[in-house]
Structures are given as C-alpha cells and as structure tokens.
C-alpha cells in the first residue's frame, strides 16, 4: 500500500514549457487535491476534486489546468510555465464517507521554472 | 487571502517545556485540522477537532477550540528534538465541501 505518490519529483523546465503532474492514490479515496507551497505562505490550494470526472478551483488556479479520468490519479498541468510558478506541490487525497477527514500527502514534487 | 493564520511564525524551546501555537481563522468551520512538516517532506495529520468540541487530546498534543473567537491552539507537552518541524492548521470553512484552506505555519525548534 504506496499511499500517495507523485511523480516527477523533481523538475526543472524553462519559461514557457509545459508539463504533467502526477498523482496516484490506492487508497480509493473519493477526494483528490493539489496545493503549492511557497516560503513563508504555508500551503495554498490550487485545484481540488470530489470525484471520478471532476474538478474545481481552489484558492490559486490561475496558470494550471486538473484532470481526473480514473478515481486514482490526479493530474496537474502546466501549459506555459512561468518563474512565478517555481514551488513545490503537494498531492493529498480524503476520505470523507468513510474517515474523519485526514488528508494523506505525497512527499511533494519540486518544480522550477527558469 | 489564507484562511488560517498561525502564530507565532517561528518558536524555539528547550527540550522537556511545553510548546503552545495558535491559529486563527476568518469564517465559520465544519472541523478543524493540525498537521506537522518536517523539513522537505509531506505532511503528516495529527489531531482533528469538530466545530462542536472545544478540547481534544493525542498522547501528548492538545487542541483546543473557540469559535467564538475563530481560534484555535495546539500544546506540544514535554517536547522532544523530535517534535523539531512546522505545525500548521487547516480548516473546512465550508461544511460538506472538504475544501481544506491550509495556515502559514509555525516553525518549531526543540534544542536538545
């Protein structure tokens, strides 16, 4: 049981570029989520979602697009990375019919935009 | 804006003293969450309290819950260099939704 785990966990792209996040869960958890953290601003929720074939925005959205095909992964993409996007994001996933609302992490994936 | 916003920013106690972090929030709650961070890795769930208690306890974490005041605190008791890391709270601000609004964390320092 891998829990949450995200893929790549280290990238560095040039402004401009785009690429994939990726997220899978084996813990058949209903609800996915992908939060930036940025020094001294805590973690910041960039888009969330509650199911198989949806999504909706957090408190950041702008500059990244989400998808969610299969319960297990969730994706997050970045079609024209920009500096302002260099962070590192975080994946969690919860259970909420089933546990108390514990979200689950990833380890995080270290992005930088140059 | 954060929905949360944890005070202090940073603490550094000696082993063996208590250790007590505050977080205070904008808007009404379903529950309230606090999670720790060591340093480069992902976060981990320590306690969860409901709108609708005021005090919980975890070995050695307690969590308390004003909502009148839309706070909350954590208290490390006894703490170790282990308990070295960032605390941070997250908050369901809207009931049934489990959009969980993270805080800017406090930095905690046990010296040994």
């Known amino acids: 049981n891998a829990g949450v785990t995200q893929t790549p966990k280290f990238r560095v792209l040039k402004t401009g570029q785009s690429m994939t996040l990726l997220c899978a869960q084996d813990?058949?958890?209903?609800?996915m989520y992908w939060y930036r953290q940025d020094p001294g601003m805590g973690l910041r929720l960039i888009h969330y979602?509650?199911?198989?074939?949806?999504?909706a925005k957090g408190e950041v959205p702008d500059g990244y697009n989400v998808s969610r095909l299969k319960k297990q992964n969730f994706l997050l993409g970045l079609e024209s990375a920009a500096p302002s996007q260099t962070s590192v994001y975080f994946c969690?996933?919860?259970?909420?019919?089933?546990?108390?609302?514990?979200?689950?992490f990833g380890e995080g994936s270290r992005l930088t935009v140059l | 804006s954060q929905q949360g916003e944890e005070d202090p920013q940073a603490l550094s106690i000696q082993e063996g003293e208590n250790a007590t972090m505050n977080c205070s929030y904008k808007t009404s709650i379903n529950n309230l969450q606090w999670y720790r961070q060591n340093s480069g890795r992902g976060l981990v769930h320590l306690i969860l309290i409901r709108s609708n208690e005021r005090e919980k306890h975890s070995g050695r974490l307690r969590v308390t819950l004003d909502t009148s005041k839309k706070s909350s605190s954590l208290l490390i008791t006894a703490s170790r260099a282990a308990d070295t890391a960032s605390y941070f709270c997250a908050t369901d601000f809207t009931s049934g939704t489990y959009k969980y609004i993270f805080g800017t964390g406090t930095r905690l320092k046990v010296l040994a």
């Open positions: 969690a996933s919860n259970p909420p019919r089933q546990g108390t609302g514990e979200l689950f």
């Open positions: 813990m058949n958890h209903e609800y």
């Open positions: 979602s509650v199911g198989e074939g949806t999504t």
